[in-house]
């Protein structure tokens, strides 16, 4: 059980939602929301002592006083989001402190096929799918953080591609953590974001969720997005985790895939103090195909966990998992990822790897690969490296009259570049290569020793 100290501000905010929503949600969402409560309330927050967080402490958030972020809080102007902006969206949805912000958002001209909103006005209006597909998905008795979400959620994005639609640019979800006001000063805000994501058959289309803070201060960002790929459907789904070094950063995916859906995740962790990743599809159609990219890449004292379950409940389904991590300083990463091939689920293909690069002797990282098998006839292989920057590689580029930054930034950008790569919409991916090559030209400099001379300048390297 939550201790009742800690529990209180968690019990605060749960009071003020249902005195704020009790008349307004139908029946069906209000049941979902107490049975969330009370597996939260009986579970309690995880410790190391159980197995899919051994590697995370949580002491240090379960010790925040977070409280639930208020309206108007933190009030953000255009030019305060237009930093975090990429060039080439389809439409922008911006939540600042988890309430949806039309004044910073742009959905006019929406592609045909295309239905884009805030979840709460689409649950207001009773938008097709919501009750068919919200909750459905994400398991709140495997995990308290989607059982917290559940219970607190009061915003997010709603998101269908119709039938056969092909939209051709990214749809960007962009949720800020904006400390503001004496009351932030005091008690840091706490958010529960929820997407719902709903691809029918033979649709297409990218979405980006992008979480991002304005000002300093300790923030809670609990996410959970539900993503429901129809029959033959083609979804690439990017989370892209920026936020300050003081904030906490959980997230959850649920992918639901049918016959031949072909889903891509792909998760780009740069800031954050505290962060857990969790990514679960089920390939629950034959022939559904799942590729699962990942790049993380942390500093200073940051701790980021990602923790991978991939179900196989039909035949003929394939899965490739890439992960790569690049650590500096004392920070701590953490790959847990889980292959579980059901006994029906013949024929499967599947693949795990983890990658990563320690670039200090402080720095450390815990790699846990899994295969769960309980048909007879499937194809999977897991591994993980890690090593360090090879010196024969440094000396090679310092021959050629690169200096010890720059040839650790070459080494460093090619690394991740593997990842990057995999990514199919341009204009997402060279954003996200420019956000990356800046933090690993950090990260070369900071962690080049002294100057030495190259080879270039006519001098042996010493």
Not at 37 to 62: H, I, K, M, N, Y
Request: glycine share 8%; with cysteine.
């Amino acid at each position: 059980m939550v201790t009742a100290e800690r529990l209180k501000n968690y019990l605060d905010a749960y009071g003020e939602l249902l005195a704020l929503r009790a008349e307004s949600e139908p029946l069906w969402l209000r049941q979902l929301r107490a049975e969330a409560w009370a597996q939260f309330r009986a579970t309690g927050f995880p410790t190391t002592r159980d197995e899919d967080w051994r590697f995370t402490s949580l002491a240090a958030l379960v010790r925040t006083p977070f409280r639930r972020a208020q309206a108007g809080d933190a009030p953000v102007s255009p030019g305060g989001v237009d930093q975090f902006l990429f060039a080439g969206a389809s439409c922008r949805l911006v939540f600042v402190n988890g309430r949806f912000a039309a004044e910073l958002s742009s959905t006019d001209n929406l592609p045909a096929g295309l239905e884009v909103c805030s979840l709460a006005e689409a649950h207001g209006r009773g938008a097709e799918g919501i009750e068919q597909h919200l909750g459905r998905y994400a398991d709140i008795r495997r995990d308290v953080f989607p059982a917290l979400n559940t219970a607190l959620w009061e915003d997010g994005a709603y998101i269908r591609v119709r039938r056969g639609a092909v939209i051709e640019q990214p749809v960007h979800l962009l949720y800020v953590s904006a400390a503001g006001g004496e009351a932030a000063m005091t008690t840091p805000v706490m958010t529960n974001p929820r997407t719902l994501i709903v691809a029918e058959p033979t649709s297409e289309a990218a979405v980006v969720e992008d979480y991002v803070s304005i000002g300093s201060g300790a923030a809670l960002s609990n996410s959970v997005t539900e993503l429901v790929a129809g029959d033959g459907a083609n979804i690439s789904h990017y989370l892209l985790e920026r936020e300050n070094l003081e904030a906490f950063n959980i997230s959850t995916l649920r992918i639901e895939q049918s016959r031949a859906a072909n889903v891509s995740s792909h998760s780009i962790l740069l800031g954050g103090g505290l962060v857990r990743n969790n990514v679960h599809p089920v390939l629950a159609g034959e022939g559904a195909d799942c590729h699962i990219n990942g790049l993380f890449i942390g500093a200073g004292r940051q701790h980021m966990d990602n923790y991978m379950l991939v179900e196989h409940t039909s035949p003929n389904c394939a899965s490739r998992q890439f992960y790569n991590g690049i650590l500096d300083d004392e920070a701590h990463g953490v790959f847990h990822g889980r292959i579980f091939v059901h006994k029906d689920a013949q024929k499967t293909d599947a693949k795990q790897t983890n990658r990563n690069l320690l670039l200090s002797d402080s720095a450390r990282i815990d790699t846990k690969p899994q295969l769960e098998i309980r048909a007879d006839d499937v194809k999977c292989t897991h591994g993980a490296t890690i090593g360090q920057i090879e010196e024969t590689q440094l000396f090679y580029l310092r021959s050629r009259g690169f200096s010890e930054g720059e040839a650790r930034s070459l080494l460093l950008s090619a690394f991740a570049g593997e990842c990057i790569e995999r990514m199919k919409e341009e204009p997402v991916r060279a954003f996200i290569k420019g956000l990356t090559d800046r933090r690993l030209l950090e990260l070369a400099q900071k962690s080049a020793p002294p100057h030495r001379k190259s080879a270039g300048d006519g001098k042996e390297l010493e």
